[in-house]
């Protein structure tokens, strides 16, 4: 009963090749966020989806195109791996920031990419 | 963009001491979460403090938001606390570079 589940949790592949990291969440919350941690442990975001809506996109390269089925669910796909994309990336959830609600943020336990 | 300076950056304790993490940010915020990552890499949410005073058993934190600063207190580290400490702000969770803490035996 994992609260925000991502797969797979390692992932090792050669350049050039496209993949995909799943992510999805059982706690009813409505955004979703997609994070790289750089290899000096530097965490930013990527990407935000509210109710399967993009709300947050960072300057990411265009070879990362998140897809949010439903708000439950928030995949990250990436085109034409490159060795700088090797990193952990992190999803997490939360409630929209509304009158009386928090984000409180809860974590996956992230996926491990290394690109060779 | 909003700026998140943590300090200190490393930090070694011997079980059983108390110390204080702080995180500094350079504009007004609503929102401000300390995580702990443990050395498996799992990131915990340990508080959700945009302002005030909030303690979970010997961890408790502080953020003063009228002077941009919120304080993280371990009291009697356990070798369990080890690992790093984000500070992260506003809803897109701008993060701080960490504390890494180390506590031995």
């Known amino acids: 009963d994992t609260a925000v589940s991502q797969t797979p949790k390692y992932l090792v592949t050669q350049m050039g090749n496209d993949k995909s990291i799943k992510c999805e969440q059982n706690l009813g919350h409505d955004t979703m966020y997609w994070y790289k941690q750089d290899s000096k442990k530097f965490l930013k975001i990527m990407f935000s989806?509210?109710?399967?809506?993009?709300?947050i996109n960072e300057t990411v390269p265009n070879r990362f195109s998140p897809k949010s089925p439903d708000k439950a669910h928030l995949n990250l796909h990436i085109n034409s791996l490159e060795l700088g994309d090797s990193a952990v990336y992190f999803c997490?959830?939360?409630?929209?920031?509304?009158?009386?609600?928090?984000?409180?943020?809860?974590f996956g336990a992230g996926t491990r990419l290394s690109v060779l | 963009g909003i700026q998140v300076e943590q300090s200190p950056p490393d930090l070694i304790l011997q079980e059983g001491a108390n110390s204080t993490l702080r995180c500094n940010f350079s504009d007004s915020v609503n929102n401000l979460q300390w995580f702990h990552q443990n050395p498996w890499g799992q990131l915990i949410n340990l508080f959700y403090?945009?302002?005030g005073t909030k303690q979970n058993g010997r961890l408790s934190a502080t953020t003063v938001a009228t002077e941009r600063y919120s304080l993280l207190y371990i009291s009697s580290s356990q070798t369990t606390d080890s690992g790093v400490y984000f500070c992260a702000v506003s809803q897109k969770l701008v993060f701080g570079k960490g504390t890494k803490l180390t506590v031995n035996p």
């Open positions: 989806y509210n109710n399967k809506e993009l709300i």
């Open positions: 997490a959830s939360s409630q929209r920031v509304t009158s009386g609600r928090t984000n409180i943020q809860y």
């Open positions: 403090i945009p302002s």
